[in-house]
C-alpha cells in the first residue's frame, strides 16, 4: 500500500474528512499508484483511527471514482483504461468549457493579470526540471481560477472531480513538450478571457481539452508500443 507514515496526524475535528483529504493527496501525487490496495484496517492502525473515519473516507472516494470497491475484496485505487480517460476528457467538454464562458464575465481583473503574469513568464523561462514543476502548479491553479469565477458551485465541484481524476492517472502527458503545447493553450483561452470573449473562451477552453485528451492517448499508444509482445 505504500508508506503513509508522513500523512501526519488526522485532525480530531473532523476525522473522515482528514482521512479523505490525506489519502487523495496520497493518490494525486502518486503516492498511492492505481492498483494499489487500501486496507481500512492497515489504515485505521496506521493513522491511529478507528476503521469508521477510513471507512468514510474511502467511500467517499469511491464515488469520485478514485477507488474501485468490489464486494468481498479490499477496495483498491483505480486503474483506468484509454476508454475510461477518454470518457472523463469528454464529461470535461462538457463542464469546462461552459465555465470558461462564464468566468469571461465574471473573472476579477487583478486575477485575470496575476493569471497572465504567470503564463508569460512559464513562456520566458527554459524547459528546466523545476519549470515543469511550475507549469503543472499552473496548470492546476488556471483551471481551478476558472472554475470557481463561472459562479456555480455544483459546476465547479464536478469540474474539480474530473480534474482529480486528470491529475492522478494521467501524469504520462506531463512531458515537457506537452506542457509547452499545453501553456501555449492556456495563453490563448487567457486572449479570450482579457477580452471578456465568452463565446471565444468557451471555443479556446474546448479545443484545449479535445488536445490534451490527444496527447494523453498519443502517450498512452506509445507505451503500450514499448511493451514486449
Not at 498511492?32 to 493513522?47: D, M
Not at 493579470?113 to 504567470?118: D, F
Request: overall charge negative; charged content about 30%; hydrophobic content about 45%.
Amino acid at each position: 500500500m505504500g508508506d503513509l507514515t508522513r500523512l501526519g496526524r488526522i485532525s480530531k475535528a473532523s476525522l473522515a474528512d482528514s482521512v479523505y483529504q490525506s489519502l487523495l493527496d496520497a493518490i494525486l501525487t502518486g503516492q498511492l499508484a492505481g492498483g494499489a490496495e487500501l486496507s481500512e484496517v492497515s489504515l485505521a492502525a496506521e493513522l491511529g483511527l478507528s476503521r469508521t473515519p477510513v471507512h468514510e473516507a474511502i467511500g467517499r472516494l469511491a464515488k469520485d471514482g478514485l477507488v474501485e470497491q468490489t464486494s468481498g475484496r479490499q477496495p483498491k485505487v483505480v486503474s483506468l483504461s484509454s476508454e475510461e480517460i477518454a470518457e472523463i476528457y469528454e464529461m470535461r467538454l462538457l463542464l469546462e468549457p461552459a465555465a470558461a464562458e462564464r468566468a469571461a464575465t465574471r473573472l476579477e481583473e487583478a486575477e485575470l493579470a496575476a493569471l497572465r503574469e504567470t503564463a508569460d513568464a512559464l513562456d520566458r523561462a527554459s524547459n528546466s526540471k523545476a519549470w515543469a514543476a511550475k507549469a503543472i502548479e499552473f496548470d492546476i491553479r488556471f483551471h481551478d481560477a476558472l472554475a470557481s469565477a463561472s459562479g456555480n458551485e455544483r459546476l465547479r465541484a464536478d469540474i474539480t472531480k474530473y480534474r482529480h481524476l486528470v491529475r492522478a492517472f494521467c501524469r504520462m502527458s506531463g512531458s515537457s513538450e506537452n506542457l509547452r503545447d499545453a501553456l501555449r493553450e492556456h495563453r490563448e483561452i487567457l486572449d479570450a478571457l482579457e477580452a471578456r470573449n465568452a463565446s471565444g473562451a468557451r471555443k479556446a477552453m474546448a479545443s484545449h481539452i479535445k488536445a490534451r485528451l490527444q496527447a494523453v492517448l498519443a502517450e498512452i499508444e506509445a507505451s503500450a508500443a514499448k511493451q514486449p509482445a
